[in-house]
C-alpha cells in the first residue's frame, strides 16, 4: 500500500454537471499527476503538479482542470462532463525525478 | 499516436511457467522503464524499473530485459503462482525535472491457472 489517498471512491453523476476529485499525496512528495483510466485501457496522462504550479499537460481539454495546495494535496475538476469521461481517475505522488507512487483511484460513472 | 506497445494483450500460464510480456518504445528520448501490476479495483503499484544503462535487472521473482538498439524490454516472472493473476503495464518517460510524464502500454492480462 502506497500512502496516496483518493476519495471518493465512486462517483456517479449525469451529463453535463461537474465533479471534483481529490488526492493526498504521500509524505515528503511535492509532485503530483493525474491520469485517466478507460476500461481495458493503460492510464492515459492528463497533467501534473509540482510546488502548486501546473507542470505538464497531456491531451486533454480545457474543462479539465486541477489545483495543487500548499501541503501539496491536489484536485482534479472536470466541467461538462461527457460520457467518455467515465473512467478510473488516478493520481501519482512522487519527488521530482523519481518513482511515481499510485493510489487506489476514483471511478467515475457519467450517465 | 501510441508510443509504448505492449503484447500480448492477455496470456494464462500455468504455475511455476514463465510468463514473458514485452514492450516497444518509439522515442528514444525516454530514459526510464517501469512495470505495474494492477489488480481490479487498485491502482496501479510498482513492480520493478530499469533504466537504459543496463541490460538486465532482477529483484526477486521479476526480471525486466532491455534492449536499447531494438527500442524494445521485457518482463519476466519467476517460478509464476496464482497470486501473480493481475494486468501488467509496461511504461516510458522522459528525464524532464519534475514533468516525468508516464506512457503506458495497453496493458496484458495474466492468469496463472493452478
Known amino acids: 500500500e502506497t500512502g496516496v489517498t483518493q476519495s471518493p471512491t465512486h462517483l456517479i453523476k449525469t451529463r453535463g454537471q461537474q465533479v471534483t476529485l481529490r488526492c493526498s499525496s504521500q509524505?515528503?512528495?511535492?509532485?503530483v499527476s493525474w491520469y485517466q483510466q478507460a476500461l481495458g485501457q493503460g492510464p492515459q496522462f492528463i497533467f501534473q503538479y509540482y510546488r502548486e504550479e501546473e507542470n505538464g499537460r497531456g491531451n486533454f481539454p480545457p474543462r479539465f482542470s486541477g489545483l495543487q495546495f500548499p501541503n501539496y494535496s491536489s484536485e482534479l475538476n472536470v466541467n461538462a462532463l461527457e460520457l467518455d469521461d467515465s473512467a478510473l481517475y488516478l493520481c501519482a505522488s512522487s519527488s521530482p525525478g523519481d518513482t511515481q507512487y499510485f493510489g487506489p483511484g476514483t471511478r467515475l460513472t457519467v450517465l | 499516436q501510441q508510443q509504448v506497445k505492449q503484447s500480448p494483450q492477455s496470456l494464462i500460464v500455468q504455475k511455476g511457467g514463465i510468463p514473458i510480456i514485452n514492450c516497444a518504445y518509439e522515442?528514444?528520448?525516454?530514459?526510464?522503464f517501469p512495470w505495474y501490476q494492477q489488480f481490479p479495483g487498485k491502482g496501479p503499484a510498482l513492480l520493478i524499473a530499469?533504466?537504459?544503462?543496463?541490460s538486465e535487472k532482477k529483484e526477486g521473482r521479476f526480471t525486466i530485459s532491455f534492449n536499447k538498439s531494438a527500442k524494445q524490454f521485457s518482463l519476466h516472472i519467476m517460478d509464476s503462482q496464482p497470486g501473480d493473476s493481475a494486468t501488467y503495464f509496461c511504461?516510458?518517460?522522459?528525464?524532464?525535472?519534475?514533468?516525468?510524464?508516464?506512457?503506458f502500454g495497453t496493458g496484458t492480462r495474466l492468469t496463472i491457472i493452478p
Open positions: 530499469i533504466r537504459p544503462d543496463v
Open positions: 511504461a516510458a518517460s522522459r528525464p524532464n525535472f519534475g514533468n516525468e510524464k508516464l506512457t
Open positions: 522515442n528514444t528520448a525516454f530514459d526510464y
Open positions: 509524505s515528503g512528495h511535492n509532485t
